[in-house]
Structure formats: C-alpha cells, structure tokens
C-alpha cells in the first residue's frame, strides 16, 4: 500500500483506476437487468445497487469538498504537479480499512447505508456522473496544497484527513465496492435475469 506519491503520478494512477472503474461498470454491471442489480446475496447484505448507492453517499460528500477547496484556490496559483504528497497517519488509516485487500469487515455508518430497495437507473446514473465529475476534479487538484488542505469526515467533526489522502482513499473505497459488487455477480445462485 503506497502512501508516499509525486502529484503527477499520484493523479495519473487515480484517473486511471477510475476510468478502469467506469469500463467495469458499463461492461460488466450496467448491461445486468433491475433485477440482477437489485438482488440480495443473503439478507443483511447488499445488492450491486445498494454497494453503488453507498458510495454514491459517501462520495457526494467528499467530492463536493474536494471540488470547494479547489474552487477557493486562486487562479494564479500554479499547479505543482513535481511536488511530492505523503498521506498522513489519519489517511493510512483510513486506507488501510477502505483498501480493497483489506481483510477488515466495518459496518457503513447509518448516514451512509443505502435506503432500501433503491431504484437502480438512478443510482448508476449517479454513481456515473460522480466518476466523471471526479475525474474532472483530479487534473486541477495539483493547483492545491494536498498536504495542508484539510478535509473534515462527514462521520466524525474532530476527524480531519488531508486532501490528498481524501483522494486516494475515495478510489479504494470505490474499488472495494465495485469489487463487492462483482462478487454479487460471480455467486452461483446469482439469478440469469
């Protein structure tokens, strides 16, 4: 798990992953019918939906700040991709837990469980524009100061992460989910449509 990152690389690696996330989506969730996507594995867990929703929760929030904090940042500051971003302990935590190899089981707080039974085209038409608004967002983050910018858990008031690690633990979350979702798919009584 990197934790240290040159800015150019570390946006390069991210737009990246996030275009491989949209690939997997369009083609291997999206062509699935409502009732596939909404389908429960066991009760008590999630449908691919319900993964994508959750994120659609949480990423709203992180999303809005990033973008805010960028927003603020005065045009004529340059951008300084050369400069190096290390994720501070708060940032390693939080990606350790939200990494998608980690082995750790943490329940969603209640502000970020999907509502029940969610309507599917919403929720991936949603979870789709957020992927493309932060891959918007990603090439005008080196403008920022991903270190000294701080941003404030929506869980948590006294809990603050860097920019950067925002960021990076953002993509793992997603891939988590994409990869609990494709889960969903690969069981053998996933329904054929």
Known sequence: MKTEY????????????????????????????????????APGSWSITECLAHLNLTHTYYIRQIQKKVDDVPRTVPAA???????????KLMLKALDPASTWKLPAPAMARPRANP??????????????LYLELLPQTPRLDLEGSK?????????????????IFV?????????QALRVIQRPDFPMA
């Open 81 to 91: 991709p050369e400069k190096r971003f290390t994720m501070s302990q708060n940032g």
């Open 171 to 179: 993509t793992a979350h997603t891939q988590r989910h994409i990869n």
């Open 6 to 41: 040159i800015i150019a690389d570390l946006v390069e690696e991210l737009s990246q992953k996030h275009r491989t996330i949209l690939a997997t989506l369009d083609n291997q969730l999206a062509p699935l019918s409502d009732s596939q996507k909404t389908w429960k594995p």
């Open 119 to 132: 309507d599917p085209e919403s929720v991936f038409d949603r979870f789709v524009e957020l992927e493309n």
């Open 151 to 167: 941003v404030i858990s929506p869980f948590f008031n006294w809990l603050k992460f860097r920019a950067g690690d925002v960021l």
